[in-house]
């Protein structure tokens, strides 16, 4: 009996307890949070080695505010996006679906990202992203975009349409001589045509705005012997007396007479002497107890390059300097490299095809490693030249300051409408990027798609490159200048 009196109070215990239970959930009012979400937490591209190596690690930015999805970086030119599968992530939505638009309604297609996420999409379409919160009613539109780049962006592009200028003596002029340097943040252009010598001034080589000043000096100029130095402008008589410049137009003589100029280092202009038959290293001005002295048997006396100075980041107080080619002393030709520090002239271990008259600037390159990482590379350039069988287009490669060469890559090979040439003035001048875009006067290069929303660094410059005429075969002088670029320079990053 005992045992039957506590289970009948169990139950009747247990009836009470959810009798309360029952009647605290009626009681209660039931309140839950449906999300409002329409984020895009993450996307990206699936592996698809038959497209492009690590397509899955190429970044994509995420513009939530902007509504935009895309790639800063653009694929290689010649990419298949026609068929790419993404994977997409969201933050508790409702519904995503994308939206192929290819300006046909009877093509245009429709995926329920949610349903079928491993549906491929064709990227040469017009994509939508449209993504839809658990709410059923907030909404947001994506416009997602695979970038793909329009042009090879480490290719040096001269091209024809947008590159070529005549000299600013205007295109029916015959040049007889130019010489063109970078003095005072200004480009100064030397001419001489059948009516004399002219000096065409300007600080935008972009533009076509060119200051002339016709030339009376008491000298009969060499315009390929033209230096440039920080302070002053150089150039040697036809008897090789030296005459000194601050403006390009009044000229004096320095009482210095040279068999022919070399290049500058800091404020000192280099040459070459001829002493009783024997040719020796001389400058202007002098040191306080230098001596000319003899050059090396290997050394060129006329027709190097341009000799180039740079600055060491070990160093900064000895600019270094590098020229390429020329001919030595026994009328060959010689392809060595030689620097000089200040104090003394050595020959490099680096050496291009012998030659005189090549073009020789300091420049970038770039590779990119297999998951698409580009670095960038500090490089001298050297194009062109006079050889033994005649005027060349070689390009040549090196990033350690002349110590090595390399056959430039068929990216930055000469193309075949820009004639072979050599003694031609080069310089590298930066171009604000707006500038470039307002410019008229020369085409712009077709680079990659840029989204709307997305705006430019405004203070970024492009290293455009700049070719002042150059001799044929015949020695005849071209009236152009042409203007190029590394492609992926010549649009700045996005910040």
């Given at each position: 009996?005992?045992?039957?009196?506590?289970?009948?109070?169990?139950?009747?215990?247990?009836?009470?307890?959810?009798?309360?239970?029952?009647?605290?959930?009626?009681?209660?009012?039931?309140?839950?949070?449906?999300?409002?979400?329409?984020?895009?937490?993450?996307?990206?591209?699936?592996?698809?080695?038959?497209?492009?190596?690590?397509?899955?690690?190429?970044?994509?930015?995420?513009?939530?505010?902007?509504?935009?999805?895309?790639?800063?970086?653009?694929?290689?030119?010649?990419?298949?996006?026609?068929?790419?599968?993404?994977?997409?992530?969201?933050?508790?939505?409702?519904?995503?679906?994308?939206?192929?638009?290819?300006?046909?309604?009877?093509?245009?297609?429709?995926?329920?990202?949610?349903?079928?996420?491993?549906?491929?999409?064709?990227?040469?379409?017009?994509?939508?992203?449209?993504?839809?919160?658990?709410?059923?009613?907030?909404?947001?539109?994506?416009?997602?975009?695979?970038?793909?780049?329009?042009?090879?962006?480490?290719?040096?592009?001269?091209?024809?349409?947008?590159?070529?200028?005549?000299?600013?003596?205007?295109?029916?002029?015959?040049?007889?001589?130019?010489?063109?340097?970078?003095?005072?943040?200004?480009?100064?252009?030397?001419?001489?045509?059948?009516?004399?010598?002219?000096?065409?001034?300007?600080?935008?080589?972009?533009?076509?705005?060119?200051?002339?000043?016709?030339?009376?000096?008491?000298?009969?100029?060499?315009?390929?012997?033209?230096?440039?130095?920080?302070?002053?402008?150089?150039?040697?008589?036809?008897?090789?007396?030296?005459?000194?410049?601050?403006?390009?137009?009044?000229?004096?003589?320095?009482?210095?007479?040279?068999?022919?100029?070399?290049?500058?280092?800091?404020?000192?202009?280099?040459?070459?002497?001829?002493?009783?038959?024997?040719?020796?290293?001389?400058?202007?001005?002098?040191?306080?107890?230098?001596?000319?002295?003899?050059?090396?048997?290997?050394?060129?006396?006329?027709?190097?390059?341009?000799?180039?100075?740079?600055?060491?980041?070990?160093?900064?107080?000895?600019?270094?300097?590098?020229?390429?080619?020329?001919?030595?002393?026994?009328?060959?030709?010689?392809?060595?490299?030689?620097?000089?520090?200040?104090?003394?002239?050595?020959?490099?271990?680096?050496?291009?095809?012998?030659?005189?008259?090549?073009?020789?600037?300091?420049?970038?390159?770039?590779?990119?490693?297999?998951?698409?990482?580009?670095?960038?590379?500090?490089?001298?350039?050297?194009?062109?030249?006079?050889?033994?069988?005649?005027?060349?287009?070689?390009?040549?490669?090196?990033?350690?300051?002349?110590?090595?060469?390399?056959?430039?890559?068929?990216?930055?090979?000469?193309?075949?409408?820009?004639?072979?040439?050599?003694?031609?003035?080069?310089?590298?001048?930066?171009?604000?990027?707006?500038?470039?875009?307002?410019?008229?006067?020369?085409?712009?290069?077709?680079?990659?798609?840029?989204?709307?929303?997305?705006?430019?660094?405004?203070?970024?410059?492009?290293?455009?490159?700049?070719?002042?005429?150059?001799?044929?075969?015949?020695?005849?002088?071209?009236?152009?200048i042409w203007r190029g670029a590394i492609g992926r320079l010549s649009y700045?990053?996005?910040?």
């Amino acid at each position: 009996m005992k045992t039957q009196r506590i289970y009948f109070f169990l139950c009747i215990a247990t009836l009470f307890l959810s009798g309360i239970s029952c009647n605290s959930t009626d009681d209660e009012d039931i309140s839950y949070t449906v999300s409002e979400s329409v984020r895009v937490s993450a996307f990206s591209l699936a592996a698809n080695d038959s497209v492009l190596a690590n397509l899955d690690t190429i970044f994509f930015t995420i513009d939530l505010i902007g509504g935009q999805i895309y790639n800063a970086d653009s694929l290689p030119v010649g990419t298949d996006v026609s068929a790419l599968i993404a994977n997409i992530s969201f933050d508790n939505v409702g519904q995503a679906k994308i939206y192929m638009d290819f300006g046909d309604p009877a093509k245009n297609d429709t995926i329920d990202y949610i349903e079928n996420p491993s549906d491929s999409i064709d990227f040469t379409s017009k994509v939508s992203l449209v993504v839809t919160a658990q709410n059923g009613v907030t909404e947001k539109w994506y416009s997602v975009k695979v970038n793909v780049h329009q042009i090879d962006p480490d290719s040096l592009y001269w091209n024809s349409p947008f590159g070529k200028k005549s000299l600013p003596c205007g295109s029916q002029v015959t040049v007889k001589s130019q010489k063109s340097v970078y003095f005072k943040d200004k480009v100064h252009t030397f001419i001489e045509d059948n009516s004399g010598y002219t000096l065409y001034v300007t600080d935008n080589p972009l533009g076509n705005e060119w200051t002339s000043h016709v030339l009376s000096v008491p000298f009969t100029p060499v315009l390929n012997s033209l230096q440039a130095t920080g302070e002053a402008l150089y150039m040697l008589s036809e008897g090789g007396e030296l005459y000194r410049s601050e403006d390009g137009m009044a000229w004096t003589s320095t009482g210095q007479t040279f068999y022919s100029l070399v290049g500058t280092w800091k404020s000192r202009v280099l040459g070459i002497v001829s002493d009783n038959g024997t040719y020796k290293h001389d400058c202007y001005p002098r040191p306080d107890g230098f001596v000319p002295y003899a050059v090396a048997p290997n050394f060129p006396i006329t027709g190097s390059s341009p000799m180039v100075t740079f600055v060491s980041e070990y160093d900064l107080d000895s600019p270094q300097s590098i020229m390429v080619g020329g001919r030595m002393a026994d009328n060959t030709l010689t392809g060595a490299t030689w620097g000089y520090d200040g104090e003394a002239w050595a020959q490099l271990a680096g050496s291009i095809k012998p030659c005189e008259g090549a073009l020789l600037f300091p420049y970038f390159t770039f590779t990119t490693n297999e998951y698409w990482i580009t670095t960038q590379y500090s490089a001298w350039i050297a194009i062109g030249g006079r050889e033994s069988t005649g005027v060349a287009d070689s390009v040549y490669v090196s990033i350690n300051n002349g110590n090595t060469w390399n056959i430039a890559p068929e990216s930055l090979a000469m193309p075949a409408y820009i004639k072979p040439r050599a003694f031609a003035s080069v310089m590298v001048v930066d171009a604000d990027y707006e500038v470039v875009q307002s410019s008229s006067l020369w085409k712009l290069m077709p680079v990659r798609a840029v989204a709307h929303a997305v705006t430019r660094s405004s203070d970024y410059q492009i290293p455009y490159i700049y070719i002042f005429g150059g001799e044929d075969n015949s020695k005849q002088v071209y009236n152009e200048i042409w203007r190029g670029a590394i492609g992926r320079l010549s649009y700045p990053p996005i910040p």
